[in-house]
Each structure stands twice: as structure tokens, then as C-alpha cells.
């Protein structure tokens, strides 16, 4: 999962890019709103985490600047403000969920697996393609019941091909959504780690589509 984390405090967006990256989830940070906007129109997220104070304008204008260009990402809004009109302001601009200060990280964690599940028209926590089950909350996987034992990695690879079934997802976005910046795969590294999962899940839950990249295959639709 991709995370754009929008926030010009420092010190906190910091500490809580450290934590979402502890968790497995891919975090870049902009303090600004020019430089958020310049991302969301040129990169790729799942999900964004966006303050409203910014030194450059209100989020809410920036965020209803990038619905009326069609940028339909889920927007988290985190703020300090707790008026109910800040928060209907911030709802009507597109938000998806709001979040006031101080906050948890589980919760921002917890309600942005839920914003990008259901971006993906899934409601229940646990996402099943044939007998391998995700469970986004508690971050488990089971193969006909059984745990599955996997790496970081191996999860975040599974979880965004679960997240997608059953739309093929080509390499270039597993790169963009599944690995670092600075660590950017080339196709034979995933083709690697893509055969290690297809040991532990079997060797047919993941398709390979030649010349365009990776499907989940669970004979019919997730549930």
C-alpha cells in the first residue's frame, strides 16, 4: 500500500511515516500543498493522509481542486480542528474519513486499510480469492485455513494482487505500489518473489499474463 502523507509539521509527520513504514505500508511525505499536488498528479498512491493547516492553503482547497480534476483517491483528513464545520467542510470538499488530533497510529493505519478495501469494493476485513484468505486488519494470511508464514514483502505483493483480483496488475505498478522508491525492483526480482508465493500458496494462485503482468487466480471473483 502507497500512502501520500500530507502534513507540514515536521516532527509528527515524521514519526508517523516511521510507524505506517513499520507496519508495511510505502510512505512519501509532502509538506505542502503545491508539492502534494504535484505528486498526486504524477505518481500513483492507494491512499491519502491530508492536514488541513498547511502553509500554502487549506487542504480542503486542494483536495476539492483534485476532485474536480478527477483524482478519486481516498483522502484521509487529519487535523487538529474539531469543529463540525471544519469537518463538514473538509467532507464536502471529497473526503473520505477525517481524524482529529491527537490520534493513534493503529487508527490511521486501521481506517486507511479500510479506505483503500473499499476503494476496491470490498467491505469485509478478510478478502478471499479461492482458498487463500487476507485478513487486512490483523495482517495474516491462510491458505485453506492454514497460516501462511511470509516476509514483508511477500505480503505487501499478495495483499495488492489480492486488493486488485481479478484485474491483472502489470509489473510496473507492483514496483510502484509494493517496493521503495529507492529500491525499485527490476522484473526478474518480482518474477523471484512471485515464485516464492505460488511455493507457499500453490502453484496456481498466481497467474502470470504474458506482456502484462500478475492475476490472482481464484476461478471467479474475490469475495
Known amino acids: 500500500m502507497k500512502i501520500l502523507l500530507v502534513e507540514d509539521d515536521a516532527a509528527l509527520a515524521q514519526g508517523l511515516a516511521g510507524s505506517l513504514r513499520d507496519a508495511g505500508l510505502l510512505v512519501e511525505v509532502a509538506g505542502e500543498g503545491r508539492t502534494a499536488d504535484f505528486l498526486v498528479s504524477t505518481e500513483r498512491y492507494d491512499a491519502v493522509v491530508l492536514d488541513l493547516g498547511l502553509p500554502d492553503g487549506n487542504g480542503t482547497q486542494w483536495l476539492a481542486g483534485w476532485r474536480e480534476r478527477g483524482i478519486d483517491l481516498p483522502v484521509l483528513i487529519l487535523t487538529a480542528r474539531e469543529r463540525w464545520s471544519d469537518k463538514a467542510a473538509g467532507f464536502s470538499a471529497g ?129
Open 95 to 223: 473526503a473520505d474519513d477525517y481524524v482529529t488530533k491527537p490520534f493513534e497510529t493503529a487508527e490511521i493505519l486501521f481506517r486507511l486499510r479500510a479506505l483503500v478495501r473499499r476503494s476496491h469494493g470490498h467491505a469485509h476485513p478478510v478478502i478471499t480469492v479461492g482458498d487463500i484468505a487476507l485478513d487486512t486488519h490483523a495482517g495474516h494470511v491462510t491458505r485453506s485455513g492454514m497460516p501462511v508464514s511470509l516476509t514483508a514483502q511477500e505480503f505487501r505483493l499478495l495483499s495488492h494482487l489480492i486488493h486488485a483480483a481479478p484485474r491483472i496488475v502489470s509489473r510496473t505498478e507492483l514496483s510502484e505500489h509494493v517496493y521503495d522508491g529507492d529500491q525499485e525492483p527490476d522484473s526478474n526480482v518480482i518474477d523471484v518473489q512471485v515464485s516464492r508465493l505460488r511455493r507457499k500458496l500453490g502453484a496456481q494462485a498466481i497467474e502470470t499474463i504474458r506482456g502484462q503482468g500478475y492475476r490472482m487466480n481464484g476461478h471467479g471473483e474475490p469475495s
